[in-house]
């Protein structure tokens, strides 16, 4: 009954994020922003939704033990980029492989793309450093919390400052399919576009809550601690958003969507969500917690320095999919 439950929230999941990558290309294309607003803004944070909720529901109104309730909040903040960056990427280029060859290329907007993980490479080390920051006094994790919190306002105003330079060379969104709800008998106006996106995060808000109260118990299954599977199996499934869009949009040659729907919300879980964890959890650096930050930082640093004007190469991008199958023996080796 337990794994049964899970599945269908994961299904659920998979739907809403069908329905959301749907609406937000007519959505972008509507209101003539670029790919890289579309993707690294719109997409990221809307998709980030069942990660983000995840741990704030844990941490807030979680289970009735305060310890589990931080671990669950913990692992699924920094589990969040650790599966984006290693897993999530290789299982994107895993999808166009064939298509594309392993002398091919996945082929995102070079400066949004370097903006996204130069913004990310700097919280998520002050994140990680956050952590040998002791409780008392309380303003010094205040203050961390507080940059970071700055932080994701600077890569908004500068993101989106950079996108109407974009939409002039060629970057703007351009919608394959119709609008789902126009099969419906709908128009495809605004108020439908939005519709249908409110629709689908309500979906994702919906399996990302519905799966929260199976962790426990499934942990309990497996004989395993909390905070490994919340490190885990929690950004596993809510990440499959990020996951199905990104493979959606590079199957589809749009490759700037794609990944910018990943480094999008690897921004945005590095800067808003440490923020929260630093303020209502103990942060402490424990084997398990550093294993998964050292290897999201190797795996963002690999993607930084393999972006060239030819895009990055599918070999270097396979590689981070096995930095995740590195994380998982440094856990249970």
Known sequence: ??????????????????????ALEHFGHKIGISAGVTGSIFAAVATALPETIVPVLAIVAGTSSKIINEEIGVGAILGAPLMLSTLSTGVMTLSVLRARGMKGFIKPERTGFTRDMNFFLCAFFLAGCAMYVPLQPAYLRAVISSILIFTYLLYLFCTVRASRKLVAEGFGVQPDEPLFFTRMGFKNSRVIILAQLIFGIILLLGGAEGFIHGVEDAAKVLNVSVLI???????????????????????????????GNITGAMVFQGTLLPALGIMLTP????KDVINGVVITFIAAIWLRINITERGLRIPALLLNGVFYALYLVMTFG
Do not use: Y
Not at 16 to 22: D, G, I, T, V
Not at 247 to 253: D, G, S, Y
């Open 283 to 286: 942060w402490e650096p424990t």
């Open 1 to 22: 009954m337990l794994w049964c439950h899970l599945i269908i929230m994961l299904i659920v999941i998979l739907v809403a994020a069908q329905l959301f990558s749907n």
């Open 229 to 259: 599977l919340s490190l885990l199996i929690i950004p596993l499934a809510t990440e499959l958003p990020e996951k199905v869009n990104s493979i959606l949009w590079v199957r589809k040659n749009k490759d700037t969507l794609g990944f």
